[in-house]
């Protein structure tokens, strides 16, 4: 069985064909066709831009999706109706529905998580991205609870809006990576950890990105190397701590800021059994959402919602 899916929840364009027979798969194409560099100038994503960017890009992507994995036979569309935003998860819906085949709707995030292709139950999701930062029990696949998340900002927002205030350019997240290599020894600056030590699973990330404004900043390569361990402290805290009130031992990390060298490198040394995707697919991609496609059932009169929840 071929699936066809579809992701246009921010600001890139990727259609992926993926091959399932029986337990395993096989990606035959994975086009992402990234809009930075016309989202760079304004700092960050503008919506209605990217609704039309995707609209242009889209025909074109499929081509070069079907052509790459040399035109089969499409079973199934799956297509991201949401989290996102609303004019770009239209975008791609609308074009789901002109493709003439069932079509199943998928949870960004879900995508995410299941692009691990996970397998051992109950296990501990972390989902950092731009958008979100969530901390998920996975009882099973389709079986989710939301421990906690981010009561402001998202992790890979706050290194987005942090780059903008150093000047490094957009997106943010591997800006700061490799600026904070290039600090070599121990930082003096020192930055909050934001409830760190709370009782509860949320996280606050947008109180950072307020201290780097007012803080003296005169080597951006320590503000960057000091603000990636800061939120790489608190996402480290408050996921062990859930995984032994919950006693799991397994770790599913995902999203975005999951390409962060630093980041995994630092859980892989507390997490016995780190689930981690290829940084590829870690940011966003379409074959996490012909993935999670891949346990559902197509749907009749769908709609994107651009606040939907996992559970
Ligand atoms: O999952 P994603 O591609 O899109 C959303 O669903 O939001 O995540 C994008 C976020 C951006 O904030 C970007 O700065 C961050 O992921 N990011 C990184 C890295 N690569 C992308 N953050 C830290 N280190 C990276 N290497
Ligand atoms: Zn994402």
């Not at 079509?103 to 139950?121: Q, R, S």
Request: aromatic residues 6%; charged residues 25%; positive net charge.
């Amino acid at each position: 069985m071929n699936i066809l899916a579809i992701e246009t929840s921010c600001d890139d364009t990727c259609i992926a064909i993926i091959n399932f027979s029986k337990n395993k798969h096989k990606v035959l194409s994975s086009i992402v066709s990234s809009q930075v560099e016309l989202h760079r100038k304004y700092g960050g994503v503008y919506p209605a831009l990217a609704k039309r960017e995707h609209e242009k890009n889209l025909p074109l992507v499929l081509e070069k999706a079907l052509k790459k994995a040399k035109y089969p036979k499409i079973d199934k569309v799956a297509v991201t109706i949401g989290p996102g935003l609303d004019p770009c998860l239209w975008a791609g819906v609308n074009f789901a529905k002109t493709l003439d085949c069932p079509i199943i709707p998928v949870n960004h995030i879900e995508g995410h998580l299941l692009v691990n292709n996970p397998k051992k139950f109950p296990a501990m999701a972390l989902i950092v991205s731009g958008g979100h930062t969530q901390l998920i029990l996975v009882k099973a696949i389709g079986k989710y609870k939301i421990l906690g998340e981010t009561r402001d900002d998202a992790a890979g927002e706050c290194l987005d809006k942090v780059a903008r205030i150093l000047g490094l350019g957009y997106p943010g997240g591997e800006a700061i990576y490799k600026k904070a290599k290039l600090f070599k020894g121990k930082t003096t600056l020192s930055l909050p950890r934001p409830m760190i030590n709370q009782k509860n699973y949320d996280f606050s990330f947008s109180g950072l990105k307020t201290s780097v404004l007012y803080s003296k900043v005169e080597n951006k390569a320590e503000v960057c190397k000091e603000v990636q361990q800061a939120i790489i402290d608190v996402l480290i805290k408050k996921t062990i701590k859930a995984m032994k009130d919950y006693r799991i031992d397994t770790l599913i990390l995902g999203g975005g800021v999951s390409a962060n060298k630093e980041l995994r490198k630092q859980f892989k040394k507390q997490v016995k059994n780190l689930i981690v995707p290829d940084p590829k697919f870690s940011t966003d991609n379409a074959v996490m959402i012909a993935l999670a496609a891949y346990y559902k059932k197509p749907k009749k009169n769908i709609k994107p919602d651009a606040n939907l929840r996992i559970c």
